[in-house]
């Protein structure tokens, strides 16, 4: 994170479900405006009011804590196409500009916009699927459930409908979780966050089966004009 003398500081990695929260909005934001500049200090705090989140004091500085951690974010995403792979690497975020307050205060800053690396955007664009604002909301407590939700609002309804797609625990546990994670410990959370996220997506067709999960073609959460929120 760049500092007003012109030096950097580490910020970290963003975590937890403010960060997921953050991302989606901005997402959100940058394809109902169709543009890669989005700001941010007055638009999410609105959205963070909706969602139930207190936007003063304390909560307020870790929401800009995972503003200034997602702002210097570095993503690689690869999507099988057939017989080859799409490969998207780089910051997801090409431009951020934000003032500081006071010499003592440098790091409290709020970015009053960023903007997306083009190909990030374009990608966006294309591939982004409407999410319901009322599930984000009643998911925003667990980092786990919002990404099951977002996972399955994406997969489901691209699944070959005479081809239901089977998924062991070990492969869930690899994208979910950590690789020396007890495999029992995970299939508990796991199994957890999943019914959570089916009581707010009914239509998504996904079986608990011997060695891991049956998911078959469903619905997307919302119709593609219906864009509440998108992934």
Not at 160 to 165: L, M
Request: proline fraction near 6%.
């Amino acid at each position: 994170m760049p500092m007003a003398d012109g030096s950097f500081v580490d910020v970290g990695l963003p975590y937890g479900p403010r960060s997921r929260l953050l991302l989606l909005h901005l997402c959100s934001e940058a394809i109902i405006h169709q543009s890669p500049i989005v700001e941010v200090k007055d638009s999410f705090t609105a959205f963070a009011s909706s969602l139930g989140l207190a936007t003063t004091g304390r909560n307020l500085n870790t929401l800009r804590d995972q503003v200034r951690r997602m702002s210097v974010v570095v993503m690689r995403l690869a999507k099988q196409k057939g017989q080859y792979i799409d490969v998207f690497q780089g910051p997801v975020f090409s431009r951020m500009r934000a003032q500081f307050p006071t010499e003592s205060s440098q790091l409290s800053l709020w970015p009053s916009f960023v903007e997306f690396n083009q190909e990030f955007f374009a990608s966006l664009q294309k591939n982004a699927v409407p999410l319901r604002l009322e599930a984000v909301g009643a998911l925003k407590h667990s980092s786990r459930c919002l990404d099951v939700y977002v996972w399955l609002a994406h997969r489901l309804w691209r699944i070959n409908d005479a081809k239901p797609v089977r998924l062991k625990w070990t492969t869930l546990r690899f994208q979910f979780g950590r690789k020396d994670q007890e495999i029992k410990s995970f299939k508990r959370a796991f199994k957890t966050a999943l019914v959570q996220v089916l009581m707010v997506y009914p239509e998504a067709k996904v079986e608990i089966i011997k060695g891991g999960l049956s998911l078959k073609r469903s619905p997307p959460p919302v119709a593609a004009k219906k864009r509440l929120l998108l992934a």
